[in-house]
């Protein structure tokens, strides 16, 4: 499927989606947000894609929403589908990226604002540098937080780190959000990409049914109490089992003294 306002590459069943906008931060048009939405489809219909990397071309992961308007991709008026639907794009986005049903990794290589913020805290980890800019932007904008943040950013800071954040809306850099918890490894500038693709190479060695059950169980469990989210770690492992043949190597391998070579049979 070709992309106009992204890219997309698989190597090595890794999927990487690099936003490109580059004039525009890789600000959030209604075009982006589109190949945003096919790019997250055809990484979950594909399953030769094991592990999903999310980045930004130029010297920005993502301003936000376009503001600017006009040129290509420009909004145009809801559909009638847009308008039944009480979530939004807000929350189109946000619930797209964040239920894609493989490990992902943003790689933070720049300013992340906003919209723009909020997609890299619905991956399930983060890579930066101190390069690495996260600003919530939404109160300076009369706006309350949306596409997802509320959720996401208490979970990962804490709450009162949270309100900090948006209360005050000052931006921080790569350093401040590593201390903070918003990134997960911090790396040299203009490594985050290099970075983010060796963890990636390490996921996608293991079993994939295993990594995707593993997903499913730790997103369940956020908000569960302790003896439901023991019955969904049984359900997850029933899910893993699936995969008798990768069962089979894992044994073998180990038995054989050689690295496993997974396929999610």
Known sequence: MAYEF?????????????LNRPEKLNALSEGLRQDIYGACDQAMADDDVRVVLITGEGRGFCSGADLTGGGPGRDGPPSQNQRLDDMGWVGQLSSTVYELNKPTIAAVNGVAAGAGMSVSLACDMRIGSSRSRFKTVFAERALSPDTGMSYFLPRIIGYSRAVDLFFTSRAIDGDEAYRLGLLDRMVEPGEELHSAQEVAAQMAALPPMALRSGKRVFQGNMDLDFHRALRNEMFGLSFAAKSPEDNKEQRASFLEKRPPKFTGN
């Open 6 to 18: 992204l890219k997309w590459d698989v190597t090595d069943q890794v999927a990487t989606i690099t």
